[in-house]
């Protein structure tokens, strides 16, 4: 199921992602603070997660919520292992 993205990359990572190709559906936004938005149109598999995980803390997830919850959940249990 395809799913609506938005994730909204911090400006050190932002040239990174910018020099990039990496979906046919991709949009991205370059924000006036040296931020960018990746516009997606994927589904929300593990490999998602995976990759927004990669960016550790230069990214946030904006949208859909279920992939949010995802991306913090798996976190979350990366976390633990570090206590």
Do not use: M
């Amino acid at each position: 199921e395809v799913s609506q993205i938005e994730l909204h990359f911090k400006p050190s990572a932002s040239a990174y992602v910018v020099e990039r190709a990496w979906h046919p559906s991709q949009r991205i936004v370059k924000n006036a603070d040296g931020s960018v938005t990746l516009h997606l149109e994927v589904g929300t598999t593990p490999d998602l997660v995976q990759f927004i995980l990669g960016f550790g803390d230069g990214v946030e997830v904006k949208k859909p919520d279920s992939l949010k919850a995802s991306v913090a959940d798996a976190a979350r249990r990366v976390a633990e292992i570090y206590r």
